[in-house]
T-cell receptor, first 117, second 116 residues
Framework: TQLLEQSPQFLSIQEGENLTVYCNSSSVFSSLQWYRQEPGEGPVLLVTVVTGGEVKKLKRLTFQFGDARKDSSLHITAAQPGDTGLYLCAGKVKINAGGTSYGKLTFGQGTILTVHP | GAGVSQSPSNKVTEKGKDVELRCDPISGHTALYWYRQSLGQGLEFLIYFQGNSAPDKSGLPSDRFSAERTGGSVSTLTIQRTQQEDSAVYLC??????????????FGNGTRLTVT
């Protein structure tokens, strides 16, 4: 069983501050995805990282995949109230089941981010 | 609609009753997942369907849980003899065949199940 430890679990900051969310595992993943979820809705994909050491930027969000593909981080610069939500990392491993193979996602427990105006 | 549709959006049931949750995936998506999410927590994998292949049921927590996918499209998750610990949000997601590493999952808004 692949486990993803996400930290911190809760983060409450003021508008304009920077923050980093971490996602760690002892397992190697073929890729890692970050999702954002708002109350009453399903998670929405933000980014996928595939290569060890890869860095991707999405406006004020910077995502990094560890060199060994076991960990990842999400850094937000100058956070805004609109960034408030639940951030989830999800690692993908290849599974052989039922005569086929597929990429199975294992989710971390999430980070609840609140950005105060 | 263009997205994943789940119904009902909310379900309150008495302990011991059976419930059925429905998921309509995005047209053309062959992969379908069910996840369970407790309040403010991460997602727990339940079951995966891919085309006509046998489903991966490894995440179902007990034999009270079952799921079907008819005609490779609509899926139903059934919970028999519900217990209070079954209370959670049940999320369905679909994607193109999971052969590509970066295929994103498209989630529905979930069914919030409350067992009283």
């Amino acid at each position: 069983t692949q486990l993803l430890e996400q930290s911190p679990q809760f983060l409450s900051i003021q508008e304009g501050e920077n923050l980093t969310v971490y996602c760690n595992s002892s397992s190697v993943f073929s890729s890692l995805q970050w999702y954002r979820q708002e109350p009453g809705e399903g998670p929405v994909l933000l980014v996928t990282v595939v290569t060890g050491g890869e860095v991707k930027k999405l406006k004020r969000l910077t995502f990094q995949f560890g060199d060994a593909r076991k960990d990842s981080s999400l850094h937000i610069t100058a956070a805004q109230p609109g960034d408030t939500g639940l951030y989830l990392c999800a690692g993908k491993v290849k599974i052989n089941a039922g005569g086929t193979s597929y990429g199975k996602l294992t989710f971390g427990q999430g980070t609840i981010l609140t950005v105060h105006p | 609609g263009a997205g994943v549709s789940q119904s009902p959006s909310n379900k309150v049931t008495e302990k011991g009753k059976d419930v059925e949750l429905r998921c309509d995936p995005i047209s053309g998506h062959t992969a379908l997942y069910w996840y369970r999410q407790s309040l403010g927590q991460g997602l727990e994998f339940l079951i995966y369907f891919q085309g006509n292949s046998a489903p991966d049921k490894s995440g179902l927590p007990s034999d009270r849980f079952s799921a079907e996918r008819t005609g490779g499209s609509v899926s139903t998750l059934t919970i028999q003899r519900t217990q209070q610990e079954d209370s959670a949000v049940y999320l369905c997601a679909s994607s193109f065949r999971q052969g590509a590493y970066n295929s994103p999952l498209h989630f529905g808004n979930g069914t919030r199940l409350t067992v009283t």
